[in-house]
């Protein structure tokens, strides 16, 4: 099964909703493969539980160059005395931004959420559930969310040394954004 995306109800984007939910419009309007991959953004499926020997994951990494790796688990903690770090965390990943290199996540356990921009500015969210593998590219508005599960494990994957420099919005004169509208045969606002 593919990966699940929507468009979101944009009235439900504020920081007084629980950025935890689905926020699906009304009737629900999915996102196909095709108009993720016009946005610039790849999608495998993989096999999760054999993450560590899967052959299709090491033909993805050596076509794309990914040579580092490591594992981020995120997850509601027990302790009272941690939520605060916990939502603090939350809302930071939140936050609007691109990245000047691509952001590629592997889902290996646990849910959760990307929201992207599309050409009309518009958010989509991406379920990112375990054998889900995105490449976001660089200079495309993004931020991550858990879902109500409150868990998840994701593989990062990175050309050279790992840099995870988030630039928040607006940046619309970074290069790499500059570059992305480029592609996206989208005039530069300046």
């Known amino acids: 099964m593919a990966i699940e995306a929507w468009f979101m109800n944009e009235n439900t984007t504020t920081e ?34 054999n993450y560590e020997k899967d052959q299709d994951l090491e033909k993805i990494r050596e076509s794309r160059g990914y040579n580092y790796m490591d594992v981020l688990d995120l ?5 009272e005395n941690e939520m605060e770090n916990y939502w603090q965390k939350l809302k930071n990943f939140y936050r609007e931004h691109i990245h000047g ?14 929201d992207v921009r599309d050409k009309q500015d518009r958010w989509i969210r991406i379920w990112m559930k375990p054998g889900d593998l995105i490449v976001l590219p660089a ?9 109500t599960s ?6 990062r994957l990175f050309v050279g040394e ?8 607006p940046q619309e004169e970074h290069p790499a954004r500059k570059l992305y509208l480029h592609k996206l045969g989208q005039p530069h606002s300046s």
């Open 75 to 79: 997850c509601r903690p027990a302790e």
């Open 150 to 155: 409150n868990y998840v494990k994701l593989m």
């Open 16 to 49: 007084e909703e629980d950025q935890r939910l689905p926020h699906h419009q009304n009737p629900q309007k999915l996102v196909s493969l095709e108009y993720l991959a016009d946005l610039g953004i790849l999608y495998w499926k993989l096999n999760p539980e």
């Open 101 to 114: 290199d691509e952001e590629i996540r592997y889902c290996l356990g646990g849910s959760g959420y990307f």
């Open 139 to 147: 200079g495309i508005y993004h931020r991550f969310t858990l879902d």
């Open 162 to 169: 790992p840099v995870w420099t988030a630039y928040n919005r």
